[in-house]
């Protein structure tokens, strides 16, 4: 089993940075397809950013733009970058892993993930 552990999160003003990191360990299916969520209170966890193991990306797209998902050579890492963020992206935060790669139209979607990370919260005030 993969083992995802997120940070970086914390408070930030509207229109502030932040880069949330994922540092993974485990199996080796964690080199595949793997995403960013959030979940803000009340509401459903919801797709931010995935990227598949050939280092292609899908948005969101209320962050197409605005943040970049990204992860070192070793494939050991993963970022998501956040720029010019808005209090709609106040939310916890999550790293996960597929564990495959999966088809365009399943990258943003929380259950085709199998492992994730306890999550980071982000908040940021208007």
């Known amino acids: 089993q993969v083992q995802l552990v997120e940070s970086g999160g914390g408070s930030v003003q509207a229109g502030g940075s932040l880069r949330l990191s994922c540092a993974a360990s485990?199996?080796?299916?964690?080199?595949?397809?793997m995403g960013w969520f959030r979940q803000a209170p009340g509401k459903e966890r919801e797709g931010v950013a995935a990227i598949d193991s050939d280092g292609n990306t899908k948005y969101a797209d209320s962050v197409k733009g605005r943040f970049t998902i990204s992860h070192d050579n070793a494939k050991n890492t993963l970022y998501l970058e956040m720029n010019n963020l808005k209090p709609e992206d106040n939310a916890v935060y999550y790293c996960g892993a597929a564990g495959k790669d999966l088809s365009w139209w399943g990258r943003l979607l929380p259950t085709a993930y199998k492992s994730w990370g306890q999550g980071t919260q982000v908040t940021v005030s208007s």
């Open positions: 485990g199996y080796t299916y964690s080199t595949y397809c």
